[in-house]
């Protein structure tokens, strides 16, 4: 059919003709052969939800990854239930690139059990189709408003709250008795605002603490109660957000080139807050490198411009180590930036920008950069 790049000693079909002289000779359905190639690049091909409260944003992805020489395409993707809504988030992939088939249920406007199958037609390189399933219980004695935790944007450091409110009908000995820690960057607060003969209200306030690293965060927390089916004693909710650097650094990492044993070169890093923040010192991987002394440490700013200077020594190799860059951020916040390029013999050709010119215009054998410095130094 068409030749699978991560087992190499497989010999994989080249064409149609050949499928249908497997199909002739050996009687395998090419029903089959057409959905089983495609389902090779699914992880998983089935999702339960569980018990779901009602309002609750409720979903899952299907991570899919083109383990083939030949480009892939999905022609067409739909659910067999309105109760799930489906996308998916690139329709087209070379080798190796990776995509989701994303599943939402639909909590607001269904309840009970619901189940739905998933169909991925694919056109390219060869007509298949590959079937997802997902199953869910959506309750209506547990609902949630708003349906999800949105922390949005935050920045680096620093903390937000969002609260939303919990509201259960029925039993009412109905209680939350606790959560689960599953993330210890997230603190939760919960507080009964009311209680009923029939309904109990919650309010739920999660706290993204200053310690949660930069990334994007998706996940679900779990609140334990006291309910009598076993089954639907834990509630989920979804937590959403996004953790933004404080600080970024840029080129990473930072490429001396190619650099003649002797020579000097000099390459120079962007470091941006979102907020005015200071430099307070540089550290390299050796006594090789050194900070321009141009540089001028313990400024406010929220861009600094730090020059890096290398003097090759006289053995040939590989350049490599990182620069680390101390900050006043959350208390002294440290960035470290890779280092990369080579000292290569006098023979071979060097970047231009390797060579740092002395006053009358020959090679510079040394150095006048005053090594690496704190503020004060």
């Known amino acids: 059919m068409f030749r699978k790049e991560r087992i190499p000693s497989e010999v994989w079909i080249s064409s149609w003709a050949t499928l249908v002289f497997i199909v002739l000779t050996l009687g395998v359905a090419p029903e089959a052969m057409a959905t089983d190639w495609a389902k090779a690049m699914f992880d998983q ?16 992805r299907f991570n899919f990854e083109n383990i083939y020489l030949e480009d ?25 690139e990776k995509s989701q088939v994303v599943a939402t249920l639909n909590t607001r406007q269904f309840t ?17 189709e590959v079937q997802l399933h997902v199953h869910s ?4 004695d547990v609902v949630l408003e708003p349906g999800s935790v949105q922390f949005g944007q935050v920045t680096e450091g620093k903390g937000v709250t969002k609260v939303i409110d919990l509201r259960h009908a029925g039993n009412p000995d109905w209680k939350i008795t606790g959560c689960e820690r599953a993330d210890e960057s997230i603190d939760v607060a919960i507080k009964t605002v009311s209680t009923t003969s029939d309904q109990a209200t919650y309010q739920l306030a999660f706290t993204l603490k200053p310690n949660a690293p930069a990334g994007y965060i998706r996940r ?3 609140l334990l109660t006291n309910d009598q089916n076993p089954n639907a004693r834990r509630v989920l909710v979804p937590v959403e957000g996004v953790v933004a650097p404080a600080v970024t650094v840029r080129p990473s990492p930072l490429n001396f080139g190619l650099v003649r044993p002797g020579r000097e070169a000099t390459a120079r890093i962007v470091v941006q807050g979102q907020e005015s923040f200071q430099v307070l010192s ?45 900050t006043d951020i959350g208390g002294g916040q440290t960035l470290e930036v890779d280092v990369a390029g080579e000292v290569v013999a006098g023979s ?21 950069s005053p090594g690496w410095r704190s503020v004060g130094g």
């Open 45 to 60: 091909t089935t999702h339960d939800f569980g018990m779901v409260a009602r309002g609750s944003v409720a979903e899952y």
């Open 348 to 368: 071979q050709d060097a970047s231009p920008a390797a060579s740092a010119p002395s006053s009358d215009g020959s090679p510079s054998s040394e150095t006048s």
């Open 72 to 96: 892939v395409h999905v022609k067409s993707i739909s659910s067999s239930c309105r109760c799930t809504s489906v996308k998916v988030t690139e329709p087209s992939l070379k080798t190796h």
């Open 112 to 128: 009970g059990k619901k189940d739905a199958t998933i169909r991925v037609v694919l056109d390219k390189p060869f007509p298949a």
């Open 282 to 326: 540089v550290e390299g991987p050796d006594g090789r490198f050194a900070l321009d002394s141009s540089v001028k440490l313990g400024k406010s700013a929220s861009v600094h411009l730090l020059a890096i200077t290398f003097r090759a020594g006289t053995v040939p190799g590989k350049i490599e180590g990182k620069v680390r860059i101390q």
């Open 137 to 140: 219980y959506i309750r209506t």
């Open 220 to 222: 679900h927390i779990t």
